[in-house]
C-alpha cells in the first residue's frame, strides 16, 4: 500500500517561505508526483506536479513562487513555497499518481495516492 507523508507546514506571515516536505519512499509508479491544496470552502487543487522524469508543471497561481523538487536518494519531494500570501492559506497534500492500463493498449495517470495532510496558514 502506498502510504504518503508529509511533513513542513505551519504558519508564516505574508512574504515569508516554508518547505514542504514529502516521503514518497512506498511509491514505486512511474506517473506523477505533485502537490494539491484545498482551502475552507473550496476544492481541491493541484498546485505544482513533477512528472516520471521529472519535468515540473505549476498553476498560475503558484507559478514564479513555488518550486518542486525530487530528491530520489532521499525518496523525497519538495514544495518550497515563497512569497506566500493569504491566499495560500490551505491544507496540502502530497499526491502521486497511479497508472492503469486501458483496453486499447494504452494507458492513463490518474491521483490515486493521498497523504494526510498538512496546515499551511498565511497570515497578514
Known amino acids: 500500500q502506498v502510504h504518503l507523508v508529509e511533513s513542513g507546514g505551519g504558519a508564516v506571515q505574508a512574504g515569508g517561505s516554508l518547505k514542504l516536505s514529502c516521503d514518497v519512499s512506498r511509491y514505486t509508479g512511474n506517473c506523477a508526483m505533485g502537490w494539491h491544496r484545498q482551502a475552507p470552502g473550496k476544492e481541491r487543487e493541484l498546485v505544482a506536479s513533477?512528472?516520471?522524469?521529472?519535468?515540473?508543471t505549476y498553476s498560475d497561481a503558484t507559478k514564479g513562487r513555488f518550486t518542486i523538487s525530487q530528491d530520489n536518494a532521499k525518496n523525497t519531494i519538495y514544495l518550497q513555497m515563497a512569497s506566500l500570501r493569504t491566499e495560500d492559506t490551505a491544507v496540502y497534500y502530497c499526491?502521486?499518481?497511479?497508472?492503469?492500463?486501458?483496453?486499447?493498449?494504452?494507458?492513463?495517470?490518474?491521483?490515486?495516492?493521498w497523504g494526510q495532510g498538512t496546515q499551511v496558514t498565511v497570515s497578514s
Open positions: 513533477i512528472s516520471s522524469v521529472g519535468i515540473p
Open positions: 499526491a502521486a499518481e497511479r497508472r492503469e492500463a486501458l483496453a486499447n493498449g494504452f494507458s492513463v495517470c490518474y491521483w490515486e495516492y
